[in-house]
């Protein structure tokens, strides 16, 4: 049996390190970015997609996706961002689905957590895809001063969350919640918590349902 966990938060919140815990603890894990940059490269279904949506001018010279001006098309506007949204994620959703009955096909008997990771998990509809919804939670000012340390401009970081869900919308989804406001070893003090809560979750979804009496 898997349970199926979709682990989201905003920008610069920490997704991936909490990702990478989980998958040292056993999870099998998914970056949806990563599967996006699969897609996205040439042959790939993305790829042909976005060619075909946006024409050749969002192509490098060497024929990959100018990832920054596509991320320039899509954050112009909530309109844009939803119309490249409800491009690719019909394609993500299928490669997810791939990976998990891959997974089933070859360890058949064996229970597992499948995570995956996405940023825009609840703003693309995702949230009935999943058994528990995880959050990693940051205060936004916080969220900012990190994107700034990672490369991005102030103003970049400001606009990308503008087309994020907001901080306590997307808390209101959330099954567990991991405050990542603090160092590595309250990360992963929270993340093997939750890990645990998560397997009692898949305990309970093995045990049969009692009949009905009468």
Not at 82 to 104: Q, S, T, Y
């Amino acid at each position: 049996m898997i349970l199926r966990v979709g682990l989201t938060g905003g920008i610069a919140s920490g997704k991936s390190t909490i990702t990478r815990i989980l998958a040292g603890l056993g999870c099998v894990t998914v970056d949806a970015d990563e599967v996006v940059g699969r897609l996205y490269r040439p042959g790939g279904t993305g790829h042909e997609a976005i060619v075909r949506e946006y024409g050749k001018e969002v192509l490098l010279p060497d024929g990959e996706i100018d990832r920054k001006k596509l991320a320039d098309l899509a954050f112009a506007s909530a309109e844009s961002a939803a119309k490249l949204n409800a491009l690719i994620h019909p394609l993500v959703i299928d490669e997810e689905n791939r990976i998990i009955a891959a997974e089933e096909q070859r360890f058949p008997d064996r229970d597992r957590i499948f995570v995956v990771e996405a940023s825009l998990l609840l703003e693309s509809g995702g949230r009935d895809r999943y058994d528990r919804i995880l959050v990693v939670d940051l205060d936004p000012a916080m969220q900012i001063e990190r994107a700034v340390g990672r490369g991005l401009s102030r103003t970049e970081a400001q606009r990308r969350m503008r087309h994020q869900m907001n901080r306590e919308d997307r808390l209101r989804h959330a099954d567990y919640v991991i405050d990542n406001s603090g160092d590595r070893r309250s990360a992963e003090i929270q993340t093997r918590e939750v890990y645990q809560k998560l397997r009692d979750d898949l305990s309970r979804m093995k045990r049969p349902k009692p009949k009905d009496e009468g």
